[in-house]
């Protein structure tokens, strides 16, 4: 039950697009399409963004989408906005009814 | 509208125990799976534990297993997690959040549990 690995911090300017990364294992990202995304303001309810890979909840802005390779899942968010700025997190299924979150990225909209 | 909302947070000693709770409102709470899931200080999030809708499948991460029991009361539409034992790592902002096959969804805004001599 090791955490998924994101980048600590990616930054982009306003209308630029930034990709974040999240590295798991054979065992978790690798093993299921049900890995999703969170975006989460400080002091807030985290909110989904992305499920199942690459699906987007309704109202969601489609700004945001969802993809994976192997063991590497990757949150892209194009047309970057200020309001966009917020700590995002992934989480797989890790088998036997068990969840792995990331550790989270800093996403700074300069 | 959908809301989860927690309560029983607080500042207790090592050894000590609390329970909090997370009232749903606005969806059928008895049909959906609930999860219990925690923010360190400075930390990512960390899965906790998970619930079935009927309360007859239970699991937990390794760190707390043996130490924590989550719950849920359908006919009041609320979810509990029982903290035993409690240690200094277990401070955290515990959110409540509803299971939706592989992901979350809703969220509370969750409760601070400090654990402090």
């Known amino acids: 039950q090791s955490a998924l690995t994101q980048p600590a911090s990616v930054s982009g300017s306003p209308g630029q697009s930034i990709t974040i990364s999240c590295t798991g294992t054979?065992?978790?990202?690798?093993?299921?399409?049900?890995v999703s995304w969170y975006q989460h303001h400080p002091g807030k309810a985290p909110k989904l963004m992305i499920f199942e890979v690459n699906k987007r909840p309704s109202g969601v802005s489609n700004r945001f989408s969802g993809s994976k390779s192997g063991n590497t899942a990757s949150l892209t968010i194009s047309g970057l906005q200020s309001e966009d700025e917020a700590d995002y997190y992934c989480?797989?299924?890790?088998?036997?009814?068990?969840?792995?979150f990331g550790g989270g990225t800093k996403l700074t909209v300069l | 509208q959908v809301q989860l909302v927690e309560s029983g947070g607080g500042v207790v000693q090592p050894g000590r125990s609390l329970r909090l709770s997370c009232a749903a409102s606005g969806f059928s709470f008895s049909s959906y799976g609930m999860h219990w899931v925690r923010q360190a200080p400075g930390k990512g999030l960390e899965w906790v534990a998970v619930?079935?809708?009927?309360?007859?499948?239970?699991y937990y991460v390794d760190s707390v297993k043996g130490r924590f029991t989550i719950s849920r009361d359908n006919s009041k539409n609320t979810l509990y997690l029982q903290m035993n034992s409690l240690r200094a790592e277990d401070t955290a902002v515990y959110y409540c959040?509803?299971?939706?096959?592989?992901?979350?969804?809703?969220w509370g805004q969750g409760t601070l549990v400090t654990v402090s001599p």
């Open positions: 054979s065992s978790d990202v690798g093993s299921y399409n049900l």
């Open positions: 959040a509803g299971r939706q096959s592989g992901h979350f969804d809703p």
């Open positions: 989480c797989s299924y890790a088998g036997s009814s068990t969840w792995v």
């Open positions: 619930i079935w809708y009927d309360g007859s499948n239970k």
